[in-house]
């Protein structure tokens, strides 16, 4: 994967530090040929593709396959297999995580996709989940922030004025975040955790989470949750090397 972030990254992934890998992939897979896609395609196992094949318009299927043979191009730097040879193993909602064969080696991960972006975490010790939202205003709306927020963010967002949509998608992505670290699909009370403040809270009980939030690109926000981990943070930007 002729990548310029690769180099860069650490040979091995310290305790107490999240990796981040951002890429805008949408802006990079308009530009590379399709022999060189399908170099990212052969990565993939034959779940994969069948998944990848799914996708109705050819953007989600191409973010999908990108998002994935980085994944494994990633996680081949810490585990002893090459990317196209790593197993997964999938929760009761499909979330991945390394196989079994790896034992307690291999890091923790979670991936993000939104319009063309995608994000990556990687963390050696403890569950991470992490999620990227593109910034729009039109997805917004007191309705949908009273069922998805706690109180004490309602009352920020309802305070927030022009600036509710922001403040609303800093605290969706900090709840998405928590439940894919959790594994769990989006539960219907949102407005039951409670992540204004790096401890994440369930029913007003610490869940043994912390969230982070970043500025990956304009008009875009993103948060991870580190299972009880005050994290460093290694931020990477991908950059393709043949452009």
């Not at 992939?25 to 170099?39: M, V, W």
């Not at 022009?162 to 928590?178: M, Q, V």
């Not at 994440?200 to 580190?226: I, K, N, Q």
């Amino acid at each position: 994967m002729h990548l310029h972030i690769l180099p860069s990254l650490p040979e091995k992934l310290e305790k107490g530090v999240a990796t981040i890998v951002t890429a805008r992939q949408g802006e990079y897979l308009t530009e590379i040929s399709d022999a060189e896609f399908s170099r990212y395609e052969s990565l993939l196992d034959e779940t994969e593709r069948q998944r990848a094949s799914a996708y109705r318009f050819e953007h989600l299927r191409k973010d999908f396959v990108f998002g994935r043979a980085l994944l494994r191009t990633l996680l081949s730097r810490y585990v002893d297999d090459r990317p196209h040879d790593i197993l997964f193993s999938y929760g009761k909602h499909g979330k991945p995580c390394l196989h079994d064969k790896y034992g307690r080696t291999g890091p923790s991960f979670s991936v993000s996709n939104t319009t063309g972006m995608l994000a990556i975490a990687l963390t050696a010790t403890g569950r991470i989940g992490i999620d990227m939202e593109h910034i729009d205003a039109r997805k917004t709306g007191r309705d949908l922030a009273e069922h998805s927020l706690a109180s004490n963010e309602l009352a920020e967002y309802d305070a927030a004025g022009k600036d509710g949509p922001r403040l609303f998608f800093h605290y969706w992505c900090r709840k998405e975040a928590y439940l894919k670290a959790e594994g769990c699909g989006l539960i219907d009370n949102l407005s039951s955790i409670d992540v204004n403040g790096h401890v994440v809270r369930h029913t007003g009980r610490e869940t043994g989470f912390l969230c982070h939030s970043l500025d990956p690109f304009p008009g875009y926000c993103m948060a991870f949750a580190h299972e009880r981990q005050k994290s460093a943070i290694h931020t990477f930007q991908l950059f393709n090397a043949d452009s």
